[in-house]
């Protein structure tokens, strides 16, 4: 099969590699679309530490099954079908709990942090487990499909603690998880939601998909219900703090720097209330629901669709910035 191979940092080239073999309880995918993510991105220039080469990369994704093991249960060849990019053990005491997200075993598609390897979906197959697996309304193109695991990370983040109808809510960063979780909290029925970014065209793509209002600065915000921090940053967790309202909540699902000073005395003297929001946990089906239905419109984040051949070229525009891109998605 062909697959797009981090040889080394910075290196990206389509290589010809043997199939995946599949477990007893794993299914082939041949791979139909594959999103970029922008752990991707980091991960391709070796500042996260998890994804030492050489490594096929890539866990947004959706395709058709192509074979399947004897103790797969629930799917047949030619199926269309999406996976979580987390690949939970399903026994521990996290898994049992439904929290498959926090499980004490669990490996993620595209990753190899010196723990585990597990090659990913820029490939033309990849491997999955069943259990992890969810089957594809048959209205949706691969290449929105392949969006339902960063919507998954944003139902996720809106589940935390649901904001009631009547919340003033912001969302800080209109990155890609940022947009999502915007359009998520608009179809959970708020009408009051701030989107943040200083990028003037991703301030316009929010109010098409549905602010009210959009903002530069955070600082131009006040007595928010309920404030979601997609970016990850000192200034952006600090910014959510001072943003949100006594009694408020703040719901962080951005994990750009590995800590940030945290506004403590606001914390506690005003009540708010924090939440981590980490991937998905049983959100699939919802995401697809949304997908299906139209609540959700990715059509607009998808900046570009293109070859495994092009991933090379694609790596490097993303990793610049500055070119406007959201999603890029590569078909192998």
Same mark, same amino acid.
């Not at 669709?305 to 959201?326: C, T, V």
């Given at each position: 099969m062909k697959a797009l191979l981090l040889e080394s940092y910075g290196s990206l080239r389509v290589v010809d590699m043997d199939p995946p073999a599949i477990g007893d309880d794993e299914v082939l995918v041949r791979v139909g679309a594959c999103g970029i993510c922008g752990s991707d991105v980091h991960g391709y220039t070796g500042v996260t530490g998890r994804r030492i080469p050489p490594l096929v990369m890539g866990h947004e994704a959706a395709g058709t099954i192509e074979s399947i093991g004897p103790g797969a249960r629930g799917f047949a060849p030619g199926d269309r079908v999406t996976f979580d990019s987390t690949v939970y053990c399903g026994e521990c005491a996290f898994c049992r709990r439904g929290e498959i997200n926090l499980c004490d075993r669990r490996m993620v598609l595209g990753v190899s942090c010196g723990d585990y390897r597990r090659h990913g979906a820029f490939a033309e197959f990849v491997a999955v487990p069943s259990r992890i697996l969810h089957r594809l309304p048959d209205s949706l193109p691969f290449e929105q499909a392949a969006m339902a695991e960063a919507l998954a990370v944003?139902?996720?983040?809106?589940?935390?603690?649901?904001?009631?109808?009547?919340?003033?809510?912001?969302?800080?960063?209109?990155?890609?998880?940022?947009?999502?979780?915007?359009?998520?909290?608009? $179809?959970?029925?708020?009408?009051? @939601? =701030?989107?943040?970014?200083?990028?003037?065209?991703?301030? %316009?793509?929010?109010? +098409?998909? #549905?602010?009210?209002?959009?903002?530069?600065?955070?600082?131009?915000?006040?007595?928010?219900?309920?404030?979601?921090?997609?970016?990850?940053?000192?200034?952006?967790?600090?910014?959510?703090?001072?943003?949100?309202?006594?009694?408020?909540a703040v719901t962080l699902i951005g994990n750009l720097a590995p800590e940030a000073p945290l506004p403590l005395q606001s914390v506690v003297t005003r009540e708010i209330t924090l939440y981590g929001s980490c991937a998905s946990s049983g959100e699939y089906p919802r995401a697809l629901e949304l997908l299906a239905s139209g609540?959700?419109?990715? $059509?607009?984040?998808?900046?570009? @669709? =293109?070859?495994?051949?092009?991933?090379?070229?694609?790596? %490097?525009?993303?990793? +610049?910035? #500055?070119?406007?891109?959201?999603?890029?998605?590569?078909?192998?």
């Open positions: 944003a139902v996720h983040a809106v589940q935390r603690k649901r904001p009631a109808t009547s919340d003033r809510v912001a969302v800080l960063g209109c990155g890609m998880i940022g947009l999502l979780t915007l359009q998520v909290v608009r $179809a959970a029925g708020c009408t009051s @939601i =701030a989107a943040v970014d200083p990028d003037a065209a991703r301030r %316009d793509l929010a109010s +098409r998909l #549905g602010a009210s209002s959009t903002h530069a600065d955070a600082a131009e915000l006040a007595d928010v219900d309920h404030v979601f921090e997609a970016v990850g940053s000192a200034t952006t967790v600090g910014a959510a703090v001072r943003a949100v309202r006594k009694g408020g609540a959700i419109d990715v $059509a607009p984040l998808i900046s570009a @669709i =293109a070859p495994l051949s092009e991933g090379q070229q694609w790596f %490097d525009r993303l990793h +610049r910035g #500055g070119e406007g891109l959201m999603k890029v998605v590569l078909t192998p």
